[in-house]
């Protein structure tokens, strides 16, 4: 009986800290619906020159002209190499299968992608051009917020 009585509480304490982990995954879930830019590059395990700049020079124009946006949370910047199977999922969502950079813009819980790979492989190898265009970029996205 009382070996009975350990386990229910066992079971029950289980079901409690369970239910308490899917209302913070629920939380977590729902703050990053908030109005944010996530700055996506996408790339494989082996990567050439181009590729290489592409990162670069985002995380340049990031740093020099959205450093407040940044260490506030309103934009993000993340790589993700579409070749790890626990990225497979979010490769999946942005149809990424190599080198791709993506802005996934976050309005009112509404999230929509501009993709931006054409522009990062014919100006990823110059860092003025590639920084201005993506700056613009942002900014446009950045106006919509307000």
Known sequence: MKYLKILSIVALSLMLF???KKAQYQQ????????????????????CMTCNAI?????YTLNTYF???LKSGKIT??????????????AEKFEA?????????IIDKKETQYNLTDFAFMKGRDQNAFS???KQKIEVQLSKMK
Not at 55 to 59: G, H, K
Not at 97 to 105: A, E, I, P, Q, R
């Open 67 to 69: 450093a407040n946006e």
């Open 18 to 20: 369970s239910c308490d």
């Open 132 to 134: 201005e265009e993506l």
């Open 28 to 47: 977590v879930k729902n703050e990053s619906l908030t109005n944010k830019i996530e700055v996506i590059d996408f790339h494989s395990t082996h990567r």
């Open 77 to 90: 910047f993340q790589t993700v190499n579409v070749d790890e199977e626990i990225n497979y999922e979010m």
């Open 55 to 59: 990162e670069s020079n985002t995380v």
């Open 97 to 105: 299968s190599g080198t791709s950079l993506f802005l996934n813009v």
